[in-house]
């Protein structure tokens, strides 16, 4: 099974919500929708930390990457 993008996640995870929030869902379906949508916006923070913490990083003299520091002059 091929892993879906964050955009196609994202996606799902919006027609889920607008679904839920429709209230023409019988209450099992409900609790499917709603438990798949929590393991969706899961995966999406998870993907969103990830790249927060990439985009954090710089490259140093070295070519080693490390937590970019702004350091303020006095």
Known sequence: MQEKSF????????????ELE????PLEDAIKKYTEAMELAKVCSDTLDNATESVNKILNKDGNLEDFDVKESD
Do not use: C, D, P, R
């Not at 955009?7 to 607008?18: A, G, I, M, T």
């Open 7 to 18: 955009e196609e996640n994202l996606k799902n995870l919006e027609e889920l919500v607008k």
């Open 22 to 25: 429709g209230g023409n869902v």
